[in-house]
């Protein structure tokens, strides 16, 4: 069994930050890329940023130099910064692993973490 669990979302006024934080525990072997995604009402989910187990980064064009992603290994940990915040940026943001256990390759997700950015 393994557990994605994000902390750190909430409200926050345009401009201001957040950092959000996720943890994976459970039967692990190791993990490869992790990463953020997110989902507007309405809208799709789509891909914020991810990291590699080697540490390349990715980002989706529209929060490049505002956001950055970053993981802590030994923590199982997956970290996004997130400054410079627009009302845009509201969404259910979701953590995403793909983990190894038991010789299975599989994608896990957390159960998202709501980011509203308001005045």
């Known amino acids: 069994q393994v557990q994605l669990v994000e902390s750190g979302g909430g409200l926050v006024q345009p401009g201001g930050s957040l950092r959000l934080s996720c943890v994976a525990s459970g039967s692990i072997f190791s993990i490869n890329a992790m990463g953020w995604y997110r989902q507007a009402p309405g809208k799709q989910r789509e891909l914020v940023a991810v990291?590699?187990?080697?540490?390349?980064?990715n980002y989706a064009d529209s929060v490049k130099g505002r956001f950055t992603i970053s993981r802590d290994n030994a923590k199982n940990t997956v970290y996004l910064q997130m400054n410079s915040l627009k009302p845009e940026d509201t969404a259910v943001y979701y953590c995403?692993?793909?983990?190894?256990?038991?010789?299975?390759?599989?994608?896990?997700w957390g159960q998202g973490t709501q980011v509203t950015v308001s005045s």
């Open positions: 990291i590699t187990s080697g540490g390349s980064t």
């Open positions: 995403n692993a793909d983990i190894t256990r038991r010789r299975v390759r599989s994608d896990y």
